[in-house]
């Protein structure tokens, strides 16, 4: 079992890195004022389905894989970057669409899927399972059992900040009654993906 201090200390540090608004937490307020509520969630539990994958990584030793085969790694944050951009472009290419009949069923399952790989395509992902986490694990003591701890507090605690988000984003999704200012928000949306998807690319091909 964890140490109790331990576990306070893993608990603020992922509410820190959840509550500092990184690309996942931006994904699900921007679905939430494009396609509503319904989107926001879904695009919050596929993030946490994502996320369950990384946890899983980190039981079968991710930390040992990305030290011997860092290459690998490398092609999933460049993927994952590459997605990102995908999904600015795809906000900027809507801009100027009208929501349809079928648009809240339609929006609910892409929000789902693209929450999915844009948690499994997140370099923050992979730092915080391969920098941050190890830590807070003590290898004098059976490994799965901490980790499933780790997880079940880590996705509470971003199920939480998520929610906040989507309220937050539940009330600027008003202004997107208005075409010309849901055109201001979706390329702008779109703008902020692609240039953090830029960010990650340079930083990337810096190391």
């Not at 900027?92 to 499994?120: C, I, N, Q, W, Y």
Request: aromatic share 8%.
């Amino acid at each position: 079992m964890v140490d109790p201090e331990r576990l306070a200390a893993f608990a603020l540090m992922t509410a820190a890195t959840s509550v500092v608004p990184g690309v996942s937490m931006l994904f699900v307020m921007s679905q939430t004022m494009r396609r509503g509520r319904r989107s926001g969630y879904a695009a919050l539990a596929g993030m946490q389905v994502g996320y369950i994958g990384w946890w899983l990584l980190a039981a079968l030793g991710l930390g040992t894989l990305a030290r011997a085969f860092p290459q690998a790694f490398q092609v999933l944050a460049i993927g994952g970057a590459l997605y990102l951009a995908w999904l600015g472009a795809q906000a900027m290419r809507h801009s100027s669409e009208t929501a349809s009949a079928d648009a809240p069923a339609k929006g609910s399952l892409h929000a789902f899927r693209d929450g999915v790989l844009v948690a499994l395509g997140n370099p923050k992902s992979l730092i915080y399972i391969v920098a941050l986490l190890p830590p807070f694990v003590d290898a004098r003591l059976p490994v799965v059992p901490q980790l499933t701890l780790l997880a079940a507090v880590s996705l509470v605690i971003d199920v939480a900040v998520g929610a906040a988000y989507i309220g937050a984003g539940r009330k600027l999704s008003a202004a997107m009654s208005d075409p010309a200012t849901r055109r201001k928000i979706d390329i702008g949306t779109g703008l902020l993906f692609t240039a953090i998807a830029i960010g990650i690319l340079t930083d990337l091909a810096m190391r």
